[in-house]
């Protein structure tokens, strides 16, 4: 497809002479088909295109016409009823101005949108941004960064769902610091008596086994200035929900209790968060669960009340200006 030229004022006499009538033609013109409208509108010729029955979860070109607005009545104007249905059986439509909204918020403030672009599709995301993703996105991203090195059945249980989005956050977080881990652990494999190196808390989905760091195996490279001291340290700096209830090896840092040294740890690194409902198993469903139909719309007409806060998108006079 060639790119067209675009012209603010066509009916400029310049303009005009080069292109500006032809936009003001496609303006005016009456689409009388589909044909018509893909060759004369998108400039597409009949072997660029094929035209398919509209269903759910079809994609379509920008611009493409998928319907007409109807008529006035006696009652009504001509309008678009425009809503969307959330994800789940039997969920309801909802008025999406309020999600909208939001959406435009967080654009004009650029949190997540620096410059124009999305942080979360970049090659080379930072850590904060890492953080921020959601589990489905952590998941994309480990099973396909090649700084991460898991085990096949490893790899199953992440692409089911199993593992917790901290433990996912965490094998981010260490390969975008510089030390890439070989996973050995996860659900897959986990026992009670912990014979394969992996031991039964794992069967959460909440705890993980690293072997090696940077290729480097963790057997017989544990103490100050190893590559394992370098890698605790490293996930010591985690803070919040984020921050490991406990990490064990063979050694322990002073002031940090939630390091744990047991001798059967000699050839791996075991990174271990609180279930986030504890062993009440029917609570983590509800709670995991989507949000049932009438919840939505008390969501939805929630989020509509909220007043609209004023963000500043200009630096505050007292910002300082670096070189970064």
Same mark, same amino acid.
């Given at each position: 497809?060639?790119?067209?030229?675009?012209?603010?004022?066509?009916?400029?006499?310049?303009?005009?002479?080069?292109?500006?009538?032809?936009?003001?033609?496609?303006?005016?013109?009456?689409?009388?088909?589909?044909?018509?409208?893909?060759?004369?509108? @998108?400039?597409?010729?009949?072997?660029?295109? +094929?035209?398919?029955? !509209?269903?759910? *979860? %079809?994609?379509?070109? /920008?611009?493409?016409?998928?319907?007409?607005?109807?008529?006035?009545?006696?009652?009504?104007?001509?309008?678009?009823?425009?809503?969307?249905?959330?994800?789940?059986?039997?969920?309801?439509?909802?008025?999406?101005?309020?999600?909208?909204?939001?959406?435009?918020?967080?654009?004009?403030?650029?949190?997540?949108?620096?410059?124009?672009?999305?942080?979360?599709?970049?090659?080379?995301?930072?850590?904060?941004?890492?953080?921020?993703?959601?589990?489905?996105?952590?998941?994309?991203?480990?099973?396909?960064?090649?700084?991460?090195?898991?085990?096949?059945?490893?790899?199953?249980?992440?692409?089911?769902?199993?593992?917790?989005?901290?433990?996912?956050?965490?094998?981010?977080? @260490?390969?975008?610091?510089?030390?890439?881990? +070989?996973?050995?652990? !996860?659900?897959? *494999? %986990?026992?009670?008596? /912990?014979?394969?190196?992996?031991?039964?808390?794992?069967?959460?989905?909440?705890?993980?086994?690293?072997?090696?760091?940077?290729?480097?195996?963790?057997?017989?490279?544990?103490?100050?200035?190893?590559?394992?001291?370098?890698?605790?340290?490293?996930?010591?700096?985690?803070?919040?929900?984020?921050?490991?209830?406990?990490?064990?090896?063979?050694?322990?840092?002073?002031?940090?209790?939630?390091?744990?040294?047991?001798?059967?740890?000699?050839?791996?690194?075991?990174?271990?968060?609180?279930?986030?409902?504890?062993?009440?198993?029917?609570?983590?469903?509800?709670?995991?669960?989507?949000?049932?139909?009438?919840?939505?719309?008390?969501?939805?007409?929630?989020?509509?009340? @909220?007043?609209?806060?004023?963000?500043?998108?200009?630096?505050?006079?007292?910002?300082?200006?670096?070189?970064?």
């Amino acid at each position: 497809q060639v790119k067209e030229r675009l012209f603010a004022y066509p009916s400029r006499p310049g303009s005009n002479v080069a292109g500006g009538a032809l936009q003001l033609h496609n303006l005016s013109q009456h689409i009388s088909d589909f044909q018509n409208y893909f060759s004369d509108v @998108l400039h597409l010729g009949k072997n660029q295109y +094929t035209l398919q029955p !509209l269903k759910a *979860g %079809a994609t379509v070109i /920008a611009g493409t016409i998928i319907g007409r607005v109807a008529a006035p009545s006696s009652n009504h104007s001509s309008h678009l009823q425009f809503m969307i249905k959330p994800a789940g059986k039997g969920s309801p439509f909802v008025d999406p101005k309020p999600i909208l909204d939001g959406w435009k918020l967080l654009e004009a403030t650029a949190v997540y949108r620096a410059a124009g672009l999305n942080p979360f599709v970049g090659k080379n995301p930072t850590i904060g941004q890492i953080l921020l993703m959601s589990k489905e996105q952590l998941q994309n991203r480990v099973l396909q960064d090649p700084h991460v090195q898991i085990y096949d059945c490893g790899r199953r249980d992440i692409w089911s769902g199993v593992v917790d989005r901290r433990i996912m956050a965490v094998i981010e977080f @260490l390969a975008t610091s510089g030390l890439d881990p +070989t996973v050995s652990g !996860l659900a897959c *494999g %986990a026992n009670a008596n /912990a014979s394969n190196g992996v031991d039964s808390a794992a069967t959460t989905g909440s705890s993980l086994d690293i072997s090696k760091i940077n290729g480097i195996p963790i057997a017989g490279h544990q103490g100050p200035g190893t590559i394992t001291d370098m890698a605790i340290r490293r996930m010591l700096t985690l803070q919040g929900t984020f921050k490991p209830n406990q990490i064990t090896s063979t050694m322990t840092y002073k002031g940090q209790p939630d390091t744990l040294s047991l001798p059967d740890h000699k050839n791996r690194i075991q990174v271990t968060y609180t279930p986030a409902f504890g062993n009440n198993k029917k609570l983590a469903a509800q709670v995991a669960s989507i949000l049932q139909p009438g919840q939505w719309i008390q969501l939805i007409n929630r989020i509509g009340q @909220l007043p609209e806060p004023v963000v500043p998108i200009a630096p505050s006079k007292y910002a300082i200006k670096t070189s970064h």
